[in-house]
Nanobody, 119 residues
């Protein structure tokens, strides 16, 4: 079992910035990968950014150059720095992780933190 607690969401104007945090209940060294997804009203949940235990990073095309994912291994925390925000970035942002249980890899999700970008 892995619990994920997110924070940092809020309301900003277009062009502004937010920094989201996600703290895991176990060492992130034990986790296959961590990342962020988002779900806008009426739309499916979509991938935003991810980082593997080895440090490989990837981003959705829609956020490349504007969002940055990073981590603090000592605090078991992953961050998403979201800059140059656009109204279309408005969504509930969910932290996600994968934990290798041996027989299979399990997915865990945080409760979500809302981001609202006004024009």
């Amino acid at each position: 079992q892995v619990d994920l607690v997110e924070s940092g969401g809020g309301s900003v104007q277009a062009g502004g910035s937010l920094r989201l945090s996600c703290t895991a209940s176990r060492s992130i060294i034990d986790l296959v990968r961590m990342g962020w997804f988002r779900q806008a009203p009426g739309k499916q949940r979509e991938f935003v950014a991810g980082i593997t235990v080895g440090g490989a990073i990837n981003y959705a095309d829609s956020v490349k150059g504007r969002f940055t994912i990073s981590r603090d291994m000592a605090k078991n925390t992953v961050f998403l720095q979201a800059d140059s925000l656009k109204p279309e970035d408005t969504a509930i942002y969910y932290c996600h992780t994968q934990y290798d249980l041996g027989d299979y890899v399990a997915d865990y999700w945080g409760q979500g933190t809302p981001v609202t970008v006004s024009s």
